[in-house]
């Protein structure tokens, strides 16, 4: 009895460590193509390569010479922020009108309003060039910005409606009951209540739309386009570390975004589906 | 008597008047509703038309055809292209579970204090750009990189191992990139799960190797659906992986229609191509629908 029960002890610390070792592991792949870009990024050399020998900013001054880089970075955030800007203006209502409707018409509608999220955005990219070229706009800042608003909805609706849901009527009902009117009540009462939602769904929104490549590759004119675009076509030209270097400014001013959203919502918004 | 239709009245005027309001409510959602009919619905629809010959382009015509769709399912090109969308997919789905899942059960089990870390750790890949993980992944595998460096110098190999010219390096590279949907979805359910019945089990002699598949993997089943609809979903959409890490040897559905944009511009061609993926994405989206439908009852 007591060798089996040492057998079984013996086992299970086997298989924890076996299960540890493994998670380790698991996160040293998800983090090691990172860090070796970031390390990159710091060579002194020509070529791509790990910064065995010295540590130079060298590539990060290739990036404010090579104009096309600061030039799309610009153009990026100021889409991201417009994007996420008019997606809120048009999300945060529907959100509201359709959050507390069970009938079928508004489950259907808010279905097709989080749909942006699930199509293939080269999908959606190709379909409205053709669309937007025959209405004369083509491949312009303001298509850009067509595309990525499109995209942006879904995310801000996300998260407003499970924040809207999640906080119930009662507040609303009360003020009500103590004579607002609507107006009063989406101000005081409303508002306050679902601004976290807004909040991390259009952060979330610039997220996606500063990494996105597949909708902004249509769009792109030889002017205004987004850094993802200016990256591919980099690195399908050259191969060498100043793309270490822009990538490495782009993550921290993601995770800076990250942290903001953290700091004010909670990293649990992210990961509800 | 009086008094009855007052109140009655007063009921009607309401009633009426919450129907107003329901309706003003709704008026509140057209701003979204028209934008993305108008910017969404239209656009998809019209590339639908396109793939059948109808609409803008070359020119007008209103002779519905199934010519793209005919040179696409005759063409064995073409079909390879289909057949190698669905199988990266497959199997990168399948990948990400065997991976994903003791993650996910190390996390909520077994990390205790470094749950939340570690969750930053998961998130932080999937806010870095693609290309840099692409970029990544090219400097490790490239023949003089990083990798094949470390393993001659151990003399495990003599010849650098060409990664990036074969299917290997996609594979990495995808679920590289989806993994942590997988864990995501999973991680959730899993803490959802009553420990008292997998405590259960082992008091009523099942082993623990046992009890996971007899009692936490079902009821973890849930979770591992969503996730593997997720995963398959957007495996399906991706082609920069492909394009930077596939060196023309792996060629899926979105990376032909890029391809097909950018060089040939056969543009029917590309449509009936992209709505052939919508039509897999919408199929998925249906499993996924009833998987939450499932989950309700």
């Known amino acids: 009895m007591k060798a089996r ?6 086992a299970r610390h086997a298989g924890n460590w076996l299960l540890g070792s493994f998670t380790l592991l698991f996160f040293v792949f998800l983090v090691a193509p990172i860090a070796v870009v970031v390390a ?19 590539w990060y001054a290739r990036l404010i010479e090579y104009r096309p880089f600061a030039d799309s970075l610009l153009t990026s955030l100021y889409l991201a922020l417009n994007s996420a800007l008019v997606a809120v203006l048009i ?21 097709f309003l989080l749909a942006p999220i699930a199509i293939p955005a080269l999908v959606i990219g190709l379909s409205l060039l053709y669309y937007l070229s025959n209405l004369g706009l083509g491949v312009s800042y303001t298509s850009l910005l ?40 989406f101000i005081h009462v409303t508002m306050p209540l679902i601004a976290p939602g807004i909040f991390a769904g259009s952060l979330f929104a610039m997220l996606v739309s500063l990494d996105n490549l597949a909708v902004s590759y249509f769009f792109g004119t030889a002017n205004v386009t987004t850094l993802p675009v200016v990256m591919l076509s980099y690195l399908q030209n050259q191969f060498d570390p100043a793309i270490a270097a822009i990538s490495t400014v782009q993550m921290l001013i993601t995770i800076a975004l990250l942290l903001v959203v953290e700091r004010t919502y909670g990293l649990r918004a992210l990961t509800t589906q | 008597m009086a008094d009855l239709e007052l109140v009655t009245s007063s009921a009607v005027a309401a009633a009426g008047h919450a129907t107003r309001r329901r309706n003003r409510r ?14 969404f619905g239209v ?15 070359p020119s007008a015509s209103t002779a519905i055809t199934l010519a793209h769709y005919q040179k696409m399912l ?58 840099m993980r692409t970029f990544g992944w090219r400097v490790l595998f490239a023949r003089r990189g990083v990798i094949n460096d470390f393993l001659m110098q151990l003399h495990v190999i003599d010849q650098p191992l060409p990664i990036l010219s074969s299917s290997v390096s996609v594979y990495i590279g995808m679920i590289h990139v989806l993994v942590p949907f997988m864990v995501l979805s999973i991680v959730p359910v899993l803490q959802g799960v009553d420990r008292r019945l997998e405590d259960s089990a082992r008091v009523l002699g099942a082993g623990a190797v046992r009890t996971f598949f007899t009692v936490t993997l079902p009821l973890t089943l849930e979770g591992i659906a969503t996730g593997c609809v997720l995963v398959f979903m957007l495996a399906n959409g991706s082609f920069v992986t492909m394009l930077l890490l596939g060196d023309g040897n792996v060629v899926t559905l979105p990376l032909l229609i890029f391809q097909q944009f950018t060089l040939t511009h056969e543009i029917g061609l590309a449509s009936a191509m992209s709505n ?22």
């Open chain 1, 40 to 58: 990159v990024s710091f060579t002194p050399q020509a070529a791509v390569s790990l910064p065995y020998q010295g540590f130079s900013f060298r």
């Open chain 1, 146 to 185: 067509v595309a990525h608003t499109v995209i942006s909805v879904p995310y801000v609706m996300r998260t407003v409606l499970a924040v809207y849901r999640n906080v119930g009527s009662d507040y609303e009902e009360a003020a009500a009951v103590l004579s607002a009117n609507p107006w009063q009540v």
């Open chain 2, 43 to 57: 656009p998809l629809l019209q590339n639908a038309a396109r793939s059948l010959g109808l609409g803008d382009y």
């Open chain 2, 74 to 131: 005759a063409d064995p090109y073409y079909l390879g292209v289909i057949f190698e969308t669905l199988k990266v997919s497959s199997l990168t789905t399948a990948f990400c579970l065997l991976i994903g899942y003791p993650v996910a059960y190390v996390m909520v089990r077994m990390a205790g204090r470094l749950a939340v870390p570690l969750l930053f750790l998961l998130i932080t890949p999937l806010l870095t750009s693609i290309i």
């Open chain 2, 276 to 297: 052939l993926l919508l039509l897999i994405v919408l199929v998925c989206l249906y499993a996924q629908l009833r998987l939450a439908r499932l989950k309700e009852a």
């Open chain 1, 5 to 10: 029960l040492a057998a079984a002890l013996v």
């Open chain 1, 91 to 111: 999300a945060v209502p529907a959100a509201l009108a359709l959050g507390r409707n069970t009938s079928r018409a508004a489950t259907a509608t808010v279905a």
């Open chain 2, 26 to 39: 709704w008026l509140l959602a057209f701003p979204a509703l028209a934008f993305l009919a108008m910017f």
